[in-house]
């Protein structure tokens, strides 16, 4: 099956050419198109995968170019994480699909939405089977098209426009260092082949600091498509996209590609401890940070937004301490548990139509199957014991722990703390106290909506056994099979406490949220008054948008002013100086040929007089 | 024999001729033109005559050759009144100025 | 060098010719300017005489204050000119023309100054005509026939073009 797998991405990009075509005439229909062909895609995916286990590392290159003495190669390449992904990808990409179906009801431009959809899934999926980096950047960027064209869907609203160009501006910077960081790899190397690349890196050809310039260059891409600190301005933002789209791209796939790219250059990222560094502290950082902004947003989708933003930052943290495995893992979970709970609030906000969560309360009783869902998800989220989110964050902390990186490890610990505070107080605030609505205006999803929803949270409940402390470490020992002394150990063994610790700090925060906001035992505004210098930095998200405004956008702005009038008079003078002295040359030709016999004669005579007194001062006649 | 010197009669057919010149090429009215033209030709004949006998070799041809002179500004001057009459007659302006026919 | 009678003739009639150029450039009307060239001519004729050229100097009588002064009268008579005739030239041009006339000036007369030629006795002044008349039809007989072919041209030539058309038009 593995031989075919170059089908996984061929399916959706066939739907988005169908759907392009005659997309207008389908209308709703189209729908299942799109959802046809990525079921095979995810079909074709899991089959895969399931190959996968058991065979080799199967790789598929034709020659596409040849330049010089470099050959540039296109194919795909299916080993443990690219098969790992395809299915992650393809699944969510379908149950989206399937949901979008109820949830996008009514819209006048479903097929364009589905044809989006469809061009997305395919540059996802081309981007995790991309078998070198040159392949790896062209669907990068595909990925970042996808991801503006669906962030700006509704277009005619201002602010997803905006959304949308920021999300493609703020991506482009990182993408940028990653272009960089290619070309530098491919002038030391010689070659855009990732096996090729890690020989050189561990034959050590490469000296440390161009080493560690490239893998910075590599993160820096990553830290665009990831979302993290400073780059992760536009992923708020993008929740201007519809629901179904942040639960696809901005929570399991296109910000998970980050992640992936570390992931896949892995090998080169331990040959530096700079760059190791540098990705587990900005994964860390990122990860409180946009933890401490989640606690105070008023918007469910922001919340969960920054909760991406925070949950992608222990990604990077896992990869930067050398938790290869765990760093997967997390990717893993989190892309089923995020996406139910996109999906989950997307079905809040289908029923009540609205974002904000204090106008937000009592739906327990009203949503029968979103509330638990969502409470699934929300457990998974938080590390509740025996869920996915519990195992994969275990790993994480095992990974910093072991690593000796002792600061992180606490900052790791103090966002688990407040990613199951935050994510609570949301949960709470949604579906806790008083119903503010009258019930026959609150209407549960129709099943269309709950059925993916339903197996995004079986996943997120079991997903997490594939590797455990107690079960055996199956995905580990898989992902890491044949490259042991590159990866690293498929487990981080680590001391029992730091597990309790972990489920500790998880019921802490779920206790303190129960009590500030469902419970209101205590003053909600107990921990952080409402006026406060410090909620009001959170609630301004550290004022990251205004900084950038007022540095980075007024001095572009303010260097563009200066180009455009240099521009306007210094090139514009010039040129108009060039013709000008030409026309006028011109005029004083063609006055010259005016027919006035007088004039001719006037400057024939001048012409002789001129030779006449240059002759008599020259040493002139008789003389 | 002590007269005037040569360079007397020059320098007069100098001033004569730079009149003429300025006469011809500034006046608008084409039989101004015209007498300027041989006033030029008369300050080119007190030359000829002031060199038959001042000059390196005194000789009687340059009063034969400003007779020949006076006797082409003579054709000149009714040609060219000739051609003045019959643009006259074409265009109603003696006029230099709008002479420019030639140009379109 | 002394003040001798042939000196004051010499500046008395060239003062009267320059003067005779200068009022043909500065009077407006173009009959005046006509008249005042009349008095530069006749003093060239003096001039002439002071040459020892005596033959040359009726023919400027006869031929410029006569003929063509007449016939230039005519013409302005027979073309309607305006009375005035004003200078249409712009100011920068007459002034470009008139340094351009001062180089010019002063370069020919740096030639006249240094131009350095003893005098010779010469005898022009005997029997001028006879003189003139053994040359022209001994050694410029073909030069001189040729020049009556010319002026029968130019006679021909000025009746065509002062003819009007519609009478050509009328014979052919």
């Known amino acids: ?204 050809v490469i000296s440390d600091g161009s080493l560690t310039l490239i893998a910075i260059l590599i993160f820096v891409g990553a830290v665009g498509k990831s979302g993290q600190f400073p780059l992760h301005t536009w992923l708020p933002d993008a929740m201007e996209g519809p629901t179904p789209v942040s639960a696809l791209i901005h929570a399991a796939t296109m910000v998970a590609a980050g992640v992936y790219l570390v992931a896949t250059m892995f090998p080169l990222f ?155 107080r949301l949960f709470f605030m949604i579906f806790a106290g008083e119903s503010r609505r009258q019930a026959k205006q609150v209407k549960e999803s129709p099943a269309i909506m709950l059925l993916p929803m339903l197996v995004l949270g079986v996943l997120a409940v079991i997903s997490g056994y594939i590797q455990t402390p107690w079960f055996g470490t199956f995905l580990g020992e898989w992902l890491v099979e044949g490259n042991e002394t590159v990866l690293g150990a498929a487990h981080s063994e680590g001391p029992a406490w730091v597990m309790i610790l972990a489920v500790s700090v998880a019921l802490a925060g779920i206790l303190l949220a129960y009590m500030k906001y469902a419970r209101t035992k205590l003053p909600r505004e107990g921990l952080v008054k409402e006026n406060s210098t410090l909620y009001r930095v959170l609630e301004n998200k550290y004022y990251m948008d205004e900084i950038y405004y007022f540095t980075i956008v007024q001095m572009i702005k303010g260097i563009s002013l200066f180009l455009s009038y240099m521009e306007r008079f210094i090139i514009g003078g010039l040129i108009s100086t060039v013709t000008g002295s030409i026309e006028g040359m011109g005029k004083i030709g063609s006055k010259l040929q005016s027919g006035q016999v007088q004039q001719y004669g006037m400057i024939a005579f001048l012409g002789l007089a001129v030779l006449l007194v240059i002759f008599a001062l020259t040493g002139g006649y008789l003389r | 024999m002590t007269g005037v010197p040569l360079s007397a009669y020059l320098v007069l057919a100098l001033v004569l001729f730079c009149i003429g010149l300025y006469g011809a090429l500034t006046k608008r009215n084409a039989v101004i033109v015209l007498i300027s033209i041989e006033l030029m030709l008369n300050a080119a004949n007190i030359n000829l005559v002031a060199f038959s006998k001042l000059g390196v070799t005194p000789s009687i041809t340059g009063q034969v050759f400003s007779l020949f002179t006076i006797t082409i500004a003579a054709a000149e001057a009714a040609v060219g009144l000739a051609i003045l009459m019959s643009l006259y007659r074409n265009r109603k302006t003696v006029n230099v100025d709008e002479m420019d026919i030639m140009k379109h | 060098m002394s003040v001798s009678g042939e000196l004051i003739a010499f500046f008395g009639l060239a003062l009267v010719a320059i003067l005779g150029g200068v009022l043909l450039i500065t009077l407006t009307k173009v009959v005046h300017m006509v008249i005042a060239l009349v008095f530069t001519f006749l003093s060239i004729a003096g001039i002439y005489l002071l040459l020892s050229a005596e033959f040359v100097a009726i023919v400027q009588i006869l031929i410029y204050s006569g003929a063509i002064t007449i016939v230039m009268l005519f013409g302005i008579m027979l073309t309607k000119h305006r009375e005035n005739d004003e200078p249409a030239k712009g100011g920068w041009q007459r002034f470009f023309l008139l340094l351009a006339i001062a180089g010019f000036a002063v370069a020919v007369y740096l030639g006249i100054y240094n131009l350095d030629i003893p005098v010779q006795p010469t005898a022009l002044h005997e029997e001028n005509t006879k003189q003139i008349g053994i040359e022209l039809f001994s050694k410029y007989v073909i030069p001189f026939e040729v020049m009556s072919v010319l002026l029968l041209v130019a006679l021909v030539g000025a009746i065509v073009l002062a003819k009007k058309d519609d009478e050509e038009g009328d014979r052919s």
């Open chain 1, 270 to 424: 331990l040959a530096s401890e700079a760059a190791m560094q540098a990705v587990a502290i900005t994964g860390g950082f990122t990860a409180i940070f946009a933890a401490s902004i989640a606690s105070v947003q008023k918007d469910v989708k922001r919340v969960l937004a920054y909760s991406t933003i925070s949950q992608l930052g222990f990604m990077m943290l896992a990869l930067g301490t050398a938790g290869y495995v765990a760093g997967v893992f997390h990717l893993m979970t989190h892309a089923f548990f995020k996406a139910l709970l996109f999906l989950a609030a997307g079905s809040v906000i289908h029923a009540i139509h609205t974002q904000d969560i204090e106008r937000m309360g009592g739906l327990w009783a009203r949503l029968k199957w979103t509330g638990p869902l969502f409470l699934v998800g929300t457990l998974a989220i938080s590390g509740f014991p025996l869920l996915s989110g519990f195992f994969s964050k275990d790993e994480i902390l095992m990974a910093a722990w072991t690593n000796g990186n002792y600061f992180l490890f606490i900052l790791a610990v103090i966002t688990s703390f407040l990613t199951a505070f935050y994510m609570f």
């Open chain 1, 1 to 204: 099956m593995m031989e075919n797998a170059w089908l996984i991405p061929i399916f959706p990009l066939v739907a988005f050419l169908v759907l392009l075509l005659v997309g207008g005439r389908l209308r709703e229909r189209g729908a299942y198109i799109g959802i046809i062909f990525t079921l095979a895609s995810f079909m074709l995916s899991l089959l895969t995968l399931m190959e996968r286990f058991s065979a080799p590392t199967y790789k598929k290159t034709l020659e596409w170019l040849t330049l010089g003495g470099t050959q540039l190669t296109a194919g795909f390449e299916i080993n443990q994480l690219n098969a790992l992904m395809l299915v992650i990808v393809s699944l969510v990409s379908l149950l989206v699909q399937i949901y979008s179906l109820g949830y996008m009801k009514g819209e006048g431009r479903f097929s364009t939405f589905y044809a989006y959809l469809g061009f997305f899934t395919f540059a996802m999926l081309g981007l995790v089977m991309a078998p070198n980096l040159v392949q790896l950047y062209f669907f990068w960027e595909l990925v970042g098209v996808g991801s503006f064209l669906l962030i700006g869907f509704y277009f005619y609203k201002q602010e997803a426009k905006a959304a949308a160009k920021k999300a493609f501006i703020m991506t482009r910077i990182g993408d940028v260092g990653l272009l960089i960081g290619i070309i530098l790899l491919f002038w030391e190397t010689g070659s855009f082949e990732y096996g090729e690349i890690f020989q050189a890196v561990q034959s050590g």
